[in-house]
């Protein structure tokens, strides 16, 4: 069974870091799209950006870019997103997913984490 287990969320303030990790387990990710979206309160699905499993060349939104980094350590199969500079418009669930293609859309995806919740005081 595929699991993708986020954790490390919770209360920070503007200007602190924050890092999240995605453990992953169940079946062999190579070839994979290893990518973080997020969610606020009556907002759809916005992607964060996503990682190659193989090559470790990331990509990102806009609104990420240069304040947060994504990596992996294939020997742990774990995705990490490191948040630097949070802003309060970064509050949201966060969610890991792993998919062949990583649609920013978030359509088709074929796997899903749980999601862990990060909160941005001012």
């Known amino acids: 069974q595929v699991q993708l287990v986020e954790s490390g969320g919770g209360l920070v303030q503007t200007g602190d870091s924050l890092r999240l990790s995605c453990a992953a387990s169940?079946?062999?990710?190579?070839?994979?799209?290893m990518g973080w979206f997020r969610q606020s309160p009556g907002k759809e699905r916005d992607f964060v950006g996503r990682?190659?499993?193989?090559?470790?060349?990331?990509y990102y939104a806009d609104s990420v870019k240069g304040r947060f980094t994504i990596s992996r350590d294939n020997a742990k199969t774990t995705v990490y997103l490191q948040m630097n500079s949070p802003k309060p418009d970064d509050t949201a669930v966060y969610f890991c997913?792993?998919?062949?293609?990583?649609?920013?859309?978030?359509?088709?995806?074929?796997?899903w984490g749980q999601g862990t919740q990060v909160t941005v005081s001012s």
């Open positions: 169940g079946r062999t990710f190579s070839g994979y799209q």
């Open positions: 990682i190659s499993w193989n090559t470790g060349i990331s």
């Open positions: 997913a792993a998919d062949p293609v990583l649609r920013r859309d978030g359509k088709l995806i074929d796997y």
